[in-house]
C-alpha cells in the first residue's frame, strides 16, 4: 500500500514537499508516480520516477517548479513543490506500477496500488 503526506495550505509562491510511503509489495521493482486531481477535472500525471530513480518524468505544468526523487533504501518517493500557483491545488495521489508505462503515458489507469490522496490548497 502507498501512503500519501505532507498536503497543506499555501500562498502562491509557496512551497510544499509531499511524501509517499510504501509497504506491502517490492517498492524498487515499481516506477512510482505522483498524480493530482482538482474538484469538476480528470486526474493527471504530475510527476514519476521509474525503479531505478534514474528515469524521471514531469508534466510541462510543473517543469521546473517540481522535484521528485525516491529513496528505495527507506520506500519512499518525495514531491518537492516549490513556486505553488493557484491552479496547482489538487488532491494528491501517488502511484505505483511494475512497469515504465505509467511513467511514459501519464495514464492514472495504468497504476497498480494507489495512496489515498493529500490535498493541496494554494492560495492567491
Known amino acids: 500500500q502507498l501512503q500519501a503526506s505532507g498536503g497543506g495550505s499555501v500562498q502562491t509562491g509557496g512551497s510544499l514537499r509531499l511524501s509517499c510511503a510504501a509497504s506491502?509489495?517490492?517498492?524498487?521493482?515499481?516506477?512510482i508516480g505522483w498524480f493530482r486531481q482538482a474538484p469538476g477535472k480528470e486526474r493527471e500525471g504530475v510527476s514519476c520516477a521509474s525503479s531505478s530513480g534514474d528515469d524521471i518524468y514531469y508534466a510541462e505544468s510543473v517543469k521546473g517548479r517540481f522535484t521528485i526523487s525516491r529513496d528505495n533504501a527507506k520506500n519512499t518517493v518525495d514531491l518537492r513543490m516549490s513556486s505553488l500557483k493557484p491552479e496547482d491545488t489538487a488532491v494528491y495521489f501517488c502511484a505505483a506500477d511494475p512497469g515504465f508505462t505509467m511513467c511514459l503515458t501519464g495514464r492514472p489507469s495504468v497504476a497498480t496500488y494507489w495512496g489515498q490522496g493529500t490535498l493541496v490548497t494554494v492560495s492567491s
Open positions: 506491502g509489495f517490492t517498492f524498487d521493482d515499481h516506477a
